[in-house]
């Protein structure tokens, strides 16, 4: 294990794209052998994984006090739930002891979460804690390894949402992340069954990229930016407005599906089991590749579905959010002007956007070879 370090003049100095717009631009990896399972990069990757607490504690229908995480990473979204003032205590589970003595290169994106008070580490394989834990928790936050890593598929099966359930107080919310472009279409399917199946109550929100961060709970789920606003306390606003969400309307304008969206969406998918890993055999398995439009076509419509709040400021933020996702869609088939040109809409209508900013200027902004 080891981590990385890029500085700007390593990133983007050599002037061969983004017209020097890059800005300050560190980013630190950290790289299990040849792979890297978690990094700084300033938005794509802090955007998702700071919703991984964001989202399930706003959610939580209860006044949530304590939580559990299962992997650290870089500890981002252990400092995104210490930015909660009514944070009680927050259990993060890792089964690596080197991450946790790796935590002080990470301070600046996890905030020091590693030396809060209310921050108990404990070097314990995730499934095996769910399986042996007597604590009850209001919110489960899972940010394992990808799917398709060797091992990781148990960490998002139906047998494993058994045990999170568990671990789970009456109305507690668990969230997952799943990578949605790394295995086919009905692989990702599958990895919503698998959590339909042990909850009453779901919801998919499209964070950045195609990262998507699914909530469970046996309760009704609390998706109104005016109770979340009761909540969006100053350093909560911080948290968030750093990775581009402006306010309660910005976050919830993420939401794609709801309860009956995922179960239709995970219907006739295979079955993801202890004893039947597929995402971890993706490449045998096959199948059609994900695809974002179908997906995107089936989301919910943001001035109905949000039941308070300001619904034309939801609709408009969601125009961006989703103006983001199929410039992603247009780069993966190599339209590169059209992904440009869309991700500038998005930015003409959101404005100064951290988030969108950073994506018109890093990611397709470098396509743009007439820009200054």
Not at 66 to 86: E, I, K, M, P, R
Not at 102 to 120: C, I
Request: hydrophobic residues 45%.
């Amino acid at each position: 294990m080891a981590v990385l370090h890029y500085d700007r003049d390593t990133v983007c100095g050599h002037g061969g794209h983004c017209g020097g717009r890059c800005g300050r631009a560190p980013l630190r990896p950290l790289v299990f052998g040849t792979v890297s399972y978690a990094s700084t990069i300033p938005l794509p990757a802090r955007r998702y994984i700071r919703t991984l607490a964001h989202l399930p504690w706003l959610a939580c229908t209860v006044a949530a006090r304590d939580a559990l995480q299962v992997c650290y990473g870089t500890g981002t979204t252990a400092g995104a739930f210490a930015s909660h003032d009514d944070l009680r205590a927050l259990t993060v589970v890792d089964i690596n002891r080197d991450v946790f003595a790796l935590a002080p290169h990470f301070t600046e994106s996890s905030r020091g979460a590693w030396r809060d008070p209310r921050v108990t580490l404990v070097v314990e394989d995730g499934r095996q804690h769910l399986a042996t834990t007597r604590s009850r928790v209001d919110v489960l936050s899972l940010e394992p390894p990808p799917p398709t890593a060797e091992g990781a598929s148990t960490l998002y099966t139906a047998g494993f949402y058994r045990l999170a359930r568990r671990a789970l107080r009456r109305c507690g919310v668990v969230a997952q992340w799943i990578p949605l472009d790394q295995q086919s279409d009905a692989l990702d399917r599958a990895m919503l069954g698998a959590m339909a199946g042990s909850f009453r109550e779901l919801a998919l929100f499209l964070t950045a990229r195609n990262e998507a961060v699914v909530l469970g709970s046996d309760c009704p789920l609390l998706i109104d930016p005016d109770a979340w606003r009761l909540r969006w306390t100053p350093s909560v606003a911080r948290s968030l407005s750093e990775v581009g969400f402006d306010g309660p309307e910005a976050l919830a304008a993420t939401w794609l599906l709801d309860t009956r969206g995922v179960r239709a969406l995970a219907h006739g998918a295979p079955r993801l089991t202890d004893d039947r890993p597929l995402v971890e055999h993706y490449r045998a398995a096959g199948g059609a590749r994900f695809e974002l439009g179908a997906w995107l076509a089936r989301g919910l419509d943001p001035a109905q579905s949000v039941p308070s709040g300001d619904r034309l400021k939801v609709a408009d933020r969601a125009r961006v959010e989703r103006a983001l996702a199929r410039a992603w869609e247009r780069s993966i088939r190599g339209d590169d002007a059209g992904a440009l040109a869309l991700t500038r809409e998005a930015l003409a209508l959101v404005g100064d956007d951290p988030y969108v900013s950073w994506v018109e200027a890093l990611e397709f902004g470098c396509l743009d070879r007439a820009a200054p």
